[in-house]
T-cell receptor, first 114, second 114 residues
Framework: DGGITQSPKYLFRKEGQNVTLSCEQNLNHDAMYWYRQDPGQGLRLIYYSQIVNDFQKGDIAEGYSVSREKKESFPLTVTSAQKNPTAFYLC?????????????FGPGTRLTVL | QKEVEQNSGPLSVPEGAIASLNCTYSDRGSQSFFWYRQYSGKSPELIMSIYSNGDKEDGRFTAQLNKASQYVSLLIRDSQPSDSATYLCAVKAWSGGSNYKLTFGKGTLLTVNP
């Protein structure tokens, strides 16, 4: 059963903590992406990776970090430096990062800071 | 700053009517255009993609693209209550090197009344 999985579905963080959001795909896609969505807002790109062991910052990378050690996995760490981390986090993947590719989304992780 | 603009709505239509959703974009070099549907609390799911001027039909959905006027629209015929969701317009353009970036609008909330 192919697709993109994200875990956990809900995550609660205390002030000053780092948390890591998981994203796994078995679609054999080269490119993976992390977006953040705030209520009433469009999706904003945090980081993306077009190939293993390489990734680039998106529009709002400050306070976040990623790794891409395996093709299937692209975890996102929300660090304590991210001042307003409460949001809906969406992972996506595409065959490659090229212009005609479609991005498909995982189910998302909702992060709340306590 | 590349922008994608959508009327936030809500757009309310009666069941069985045609719903028309519009989107304009600022980057004249944009090359790929996507419509996603997002139910409340869920992740976006792809409805249509369109790459060339004109109309593209898929079942009850028709995407229309006019690159000269920099707008893309989505028509939903025979609207059903299950179509009630937020519709996200996304536009992909070259962002440097071998990279292409997908920029999202904030979405239009559609409500179909039984």
């Amino acid at each position: 059963d192919g697709g993109i999985t994200q875990s956990p579905k809900y995550l609660f963080r205390k002030e000053g903590q780092n948390v890591t959001l998981s994203c796994e795909q078995n679609l054999n896609h080269d490119a993976m992406y992390w977006y953040r969505q705030d209520p009433g807002q469009g999706l904003r790109l945090i980081y993306y990776s077009q190939i293993v062991n390489d990734f680039q910052k998106g529009d709002i990378a400050e306070g976040y970090s990623v790794s891409r050690e395996k093709k299937e996995s692209f975890p996102l760490t929300v660090t304590s430096a991210q001042k307003n981390p409460t949001a809906f986090y969406l992972c996506a993947s595409s065959i490659s990062g090229q212009v005609l590719d479609t991005q498909y989304f995982g189910p998302g992780t909702r992060l709340t800071v306590l | 700053q590349k922008e994608v603009e959508q009327n936030s709505g809500p757009l309310s239509v009666p069941e069985g009517a045609i719903a028309s959703l519009n989107c304009t974009y600022s980057d004249r070099g944009s090359q790929s255009f996507f419509w996603y549907r997002q139910y409340s609390g869920k992740s976006p799911e792809l409805i249509m993609s369109i790459y060339s001027n004109g109309d593209k039909e898929d079942g009850r959905f028709t995407a229309q693209l006019n690159k000269a006027s920099q707008y893309v629209s989505l028509l939903i015929r025979d609207s059903q209550p299950s179509d009630s969701a937020t519709y996200l317009c996304a536009v992909k353009a070259w962002s440097g090197g071998s990279n292409y970036k997908l920029t999202f609008g904030k979405g239009t909330l559609l409500t179909v009344n039984p």
